[in-house]
């Protein structure tokens, strides 16, 4: 139990176009999910807290018109990237909090922006 | 008073061993302390947590040290296998877990045969 999917696995666009990544919770409802980045060999940087229904809380220093987040149901999220520019590459992890208020996190979703 | 500071930075164990990572916070409120396990390109997976009502939490090989006074918190994982290499994050949260996740930097684990 206590599935998380992200799609896509990995993406490459091209400069200025804009890319969405969904973060789903497979086996339990998730009123809350968050979004990460990830540099190589570095740690989890919170991006943002999305709670199903109502607008996300973005940490200080990330752009919410740059990051859009969605969190339309009890088991989806999205996270699009607009305007993706080549510092915007990175990993990109969302996680759901479940009942028991563990933090289940996906697989991660390799953007490459060239 | 968010950060959580994590040590070392990598580490080398010979299969067999026992591999020790330690954490320290600042944060009062923190009462909830998971590690996690994450392996290249792959997201993290939860490999144990403690809440502060207890001193130690053993699953298998895997056991959480937690000191309140001193404010910090370890992991121990007993005869290390090549499967383990990975790297390992030690994290905290307020309101027994249901705030965010304040993360340490990493130890990049490697258990060699």
């Known amino acids: 139990g206590a599935v998380v999917s992200q799609h896509p696995s990995w993406v490459i666009c091209k400069s200025g176009t804009s890319v969405k990544i969904e973060c789903r919770s497979l086996?339990?409802?998730?009123?809350?999910m968050f979004w990460y980045r990830q540099f190589p060999k570095q740690s989890l940087m919170l991006m943002a807290t999305?709670?199903?229904?109502?607008?996300?809380?973005?940490e200080q220093g990330v752009e919410k018109d740059k990051f859009l987040i969605n969190h339309a149901s009890l088991t989806l999220s999205t996270l699009t990237v607009t305007s993706a520019h080549p510092e915007d590459s990175s990993f990109y992890i969302c996680?759901?909090?479940?009942?028991?208020?563990?933090?289940?996190f996906g697989p991660g979703t390799r953007l490459t922006v060239l | 008073q968010q950060q959580v500071k994590q040590s070392p930075q990598s580490l080398i164990v010979q299969k067999g061993g026992i591999s020790i990572i330690n954490c320290a916070y600042e944060?009062?409120?923190?009462?909830?302390f998971p590690w996690y396990q994450q392996f290249p390109g792959k997201g993290p997976a939860l490999l144990i947590a403690?809440?502060?009502?207890?001193s130690e939490k053993k699953e298998g090989r895997f056991t959480i040290s937690f000191n309140k006074s001193a404010k910090q918190f370890s992991l121990h994982i007993m005869d290390s296998q090549p499967g383990d290499s990975a790297t390992y994050f030690c994290?905290?949260?307020?309101?027994?877990?249901?705030?965010?996740?304040?993360f340490g930097t990493g130890t990049r684990l490697t258990i060699i045969p």
């Open positions: 996680s759901a909090r479940g009942a028991d208020d563990t933090q289940y």
């Open positions: 086996d339990f409802q998730a009123t809350t």
């Open positions: 999305s709670n199903e229904g109502s607008k996300a809380t973005y």
């Open positions: 944060n009062t409120a923190f009462d909830y």
């Open positions: 403690i809440r502060p009502d207890v």
């Open positions: 994290a905290a949260s307020g309101n027994f877990g249901n705030e965010k996740l304040t």
